[in-house]
């Protein structure tokens, strides 16, 4: 996958969300004011945190597609997890003036009205629109394997749920009872907190290195004893940095061999793990003769 078809991706999914949200962030907050639902000015504001936080996970993006240099030899991946940190920490604020305006409104009666049908109309718009951008989001994601990419969509995703609540919110508190519209806000930011610590335990994982699943690691082995004379991968250390990984690992290979072939069939190793797992960008192969007792506490480099 070439880093300009990685780059157009993310732009294109950027410019998606950032306009759909504009769009409904003016309408939430305008229609919320003039109907006179905090639960809608609340949907509101998550909209346009929306905004920010696909601004942030696009300048992560771009910025970690940066190629690697002296000071920073396997590139600048993780500057996607650091973004998406950046979004937990604006989620949270979020939250917070969610939860201070409901809990005044429930327990001070400050502002408490009932709101009107456009409240649910507009509830309805943004369901449609959010399935549709985050469906879209979600999608280019994957296909340019951008975990930043992934993250925003399935937080605009989160959406349709604050939609679906302020609808029910509206149309229970016309039946009597307005306390319900805060009581909708409050489930509102509870949505947003739990995103926001989702995408904490995410991109923390990325920054310390946790451990990929036991399947990918299969699959690494898998790949390296395919290759002539390459036996027994074990070893095997992955490291996320982002939309790529960095792969180690050891191989078994003939103790007769002179060095030349076996530096050789290292780098058939290394190249046939890049071609065939397209999220990998570095290899490092040990070799280790066959049969010869290796203290494997001695990591590699980086290890």
Not at 186 to 201: D, E, P
Not at 265 to 273: D, S, T
Request: glycine share 6%; with cysteine; charged share 15%.
């Amino acid at each position: 996958m070439s880093d300009d078809f990685r780059s157009k991706g993310g732009k294109k999914a950027a410019i998606v969300a950032i306009s759909a949200n504009c769009f409904l962030t003016v309408l939430n907050i305008s229609v919320g004011f003039i109907c006179g639902s905090s639960a809608l000015i609340s949907e509101g504001a998550h909209t346009f945190s929306d905004i920010i936080t696909t601004i942030v996970a696009y300048i992560g993006f771009h910025y970690s597609q940066k190629p690697a240099d002296l000071e920073h030899p396997i590139g600048y991946g993780r500057v996607e997890a650091l973004s998406g940190l950046f979004i937990v920490l604006f989620l949270s604020l979020i939250a917070w003036e969610i939860f201070e305006k409901a809990i005044k409104q429930i327990f001070f009666n400050q502002n408490l009205t009932v709101p009107d049908i456009h409240v649910a109309i507009m509830a309805i718009v943004g369901i449609f629109i959010n399935f549709a951008v985050s469906s879209y989001i979600i999608h280019i994601g994957k296909q340019i394997n951008s975990p930043a990419i992934v993250a925003d969509g399935q937080h605009q995703r989160t959406d349709i749920f604050s939609s679906i609540a302020v609808l029910i919110g509206a149309i229970v508190s016309n039946m009597g009872y307005p306390i319900l519209d805060p009581i909708v806000s409050i489930i509102i930011g509870l949505l947003i907190f739990r995103l926001a610590v989702n995408l904490f335990i995410i991109n923390f994982n990325y920054l310390v290195g946790k451990i990929p699943s036991e399947s990918f690691i299969d699959e690494i082995k898998d790949i390296a004893n395919s290759v002539p004379n390459s036996q027994n991968a074990h070893e095997v250390k992955v490291d996320y940095m982002g939309n790529y990984a960095v792969v180690s690992l050891h191989i078994e290979v003939d103790g007769d061999l002179p060095t030349k072939e076996t530096h050789k069939i290292a780098h058939e190793v290394q190249n046939k793990i890049l071609e065939e797992k397209s999220e990998v960008r570095y290899v490092i192969v040990h070799t280790c003769p066959i049969g010869l007792d290796y203290d494997h506490s001695q990591k590699l480099v980086g290890n």
